[in-house]
């Protein structure tokens, strides 16, 4: 399984993957990005199953990265992981396509619980 990591800061994309191994969902291809214009770009040559994505990027923000991938007709599950979760953040990433959003600081339960159906 391709796994795209999309987030500005390389400390946070490391986070999020060693996070992923905590949770046990380990042996995949981690794929990083450091905005959502680059994500969109790698998401055709690398084709991942799914895509992890912070909310505010420069270039391109997670939820305008989100809105152009579901407007291309990609459907690759994608899930926010962001440092704020607000309520209307929420809607507007489920109204988006997202499967939800993962605020920090987060737990490797968490990734479990909101990843697993994807990853099985």
């Given at each position: 399984?391709?796994?795209?990591?999309?987030?500005?800061?390389?400390?946070?994309?490391?986070?999020?993957?060693?996070?992923?191994?905590?949770?046990?969902l380990?042996?995949?291809?981690?794929?990083?990005?450091?905005?959502?214009?680059?994500?969109?770009d790698?998401?055709?040559?690398?084709?991942?199953?799914?895509?992890?994505s912070?909310?505010?990027?420069?270039?391109?923000?997670?939820?305008?990265?989100?809105?152009?991938?579901?407007?291309?007709?990609?459907?690759?599950?994608?899930?926010?992981?962001?440092?704020?979760?607000?309520?209307?953040?929420?809607?507007?990433?489920?109204?988006?396509?997202?499967?939800g959003?993962?605020?920090?600081?987060?737990?490797?339960?968490?990734?479990?619980?909101?990843?697993?159906?994807?990853?099985?």
């Amino acid at each position: 399984m391709k796994i795209l990591v999309a987030d500005d800061s390389k400390a946070m994309r490391m986070i999020v993957t060693r996070t992923l191994r905590q949770a046990g969902l380990n042996g995949h291809q981690v794929v990083e990005a450091t905005n959502g214009r680059e994500a969109l770009d790698l998401v055709k040559s690398v084709k991942p199953d799914l895509i992890l994505s912070d909310w505010n990027m420069p270039e391109m923000t997670g939820i305008e990265f989100l809105r152009a991938l579901r407007a291309s007709g990609s459907l690759t599950p994608f899930c926010f992981v962001t440092s704020e979760g607000s309520d209307e953040m929420r809607a507007l990433a489920l109204e988006g396509g997202a499967m939800g959003l993962i605020a920090k600081p987060f737990t490797p339960e968490v990734f479990e619980d909101m990843l697993s159906p994807v990853m099985s």
